[in-house]
């Protein structure tokens, strides 16, 4: 069965530290994953990864991607309260339209 | 440019009653995909809808079932509401293609039942 597991599944952090959020998968015939922020409803798209080891990067926001391990990392460096949200992973597994969403990470930062 | 519209914002329904919720996919999007999130899970996948059929279905039961109007907009309908119903009800619109293309969330409906 295809699943993505996140983790963990909450953080606490203060301004300024730095966060790693991890995705794991299991999907048949992987094509990429993709990570979304979501702060109150909408999830806004952030990254769409499908080669193995090349780094996609938007401000103080990366992602990479281990196509043999299977998993996936976001990193976000100089927290700010702004990054407080719950960072969802998706993946499509081939032949099919939908997404397997991961539970999420629920990332909290204090000032 | 006008992204993923949704409506109504909320609504609260009682066990049986019947709830359509509307979608209004992103300018030039064909495809409309809807998920229900419960509270502290990842969305799930419900079913797809493009060129007015629906294309894939997830793990719901027939009570949840949709249209697509020749605009492009779409409708959920659920009928007999359970109280497990309760959830935040995600529309996604894309653009039709065998490779993947990115899906943009609307804001959501929250359906409470009681």
């Known amino acids: 069965e295809d699943k993505v597991v996140q983790s963990p599944l909450s953080l606490v952090v203060h301004e300024g530290d730095t966060v790693t959020l991890n995705c794991s998968y299991e999907?048949?015939?992987?094509?990429?994953l993709l990570w979304y922020k979501q702060e109150k409803k909408a999830p806004t798209f952030l990254f769409m990864l499908?080669?193995?080891?090349i780094e996609k990067k938007s401000g103080r926001l990366s992602s990479i991607l281990d196509k043999k391990e299977l998993f996936s990392i976001l990193n976000i460096t100089a927290t700010q309260t702004g990054d407080s949200a719950v960072y969802l992973c998706?993946?499509?597994?081939?032949?099919?339209?939908?997404?397997?969403f991961g539970t999420g990470t629920r990332l909290k930062v204090l000032a | 440019d006008a992204g993923v519209t949704q409506s109504p914002t909320h609504l609260i329904k009682t066990r049986g009653q019947q709830v359509t919720l509307r979608c209004s996919p992103k300018?030039?999007?064909?495809?409309v995909s809807w998920y229900q999130q419960a509270l502290g899970q990842g969305p799930q996948f419900i079913f797809q809808?493009?060129?007015?059929?629906?294309?894939q279905r997830g793990n719901f039961p027939d009570r949840f079932s949709g249209h697509q109007f020749p605009n492009y907009s779409s409708e959920l309908n659920v009928n007999a509401l359970l109280l497990g119903d309760s959830a935040l009800y995600l529309c996604?619109?894309?653009?039709?293609?065998?490779?993947?293309?990115?899906?943009?969330f609307g804001p959501g409906t929250r359906l409470t039942v009681l």
């Open positions: 996604a619109s894309s653009l039709y293609g065998d490779t993947i293309n990115e899906q943009f």
């Open positions: 999907v048949t015939n992987f094509r990429s």
């Open positions: 499908t080669s193995s080891g």
């Open positions: 998706a993946v499509p597994p081939s032949g099919t339209y939908k997404y397997i």
């Open positions: 300018s030039g999007h064909d495809t």
């Open positions: 809808y493009y060129e007015e059929e629906e294309r």
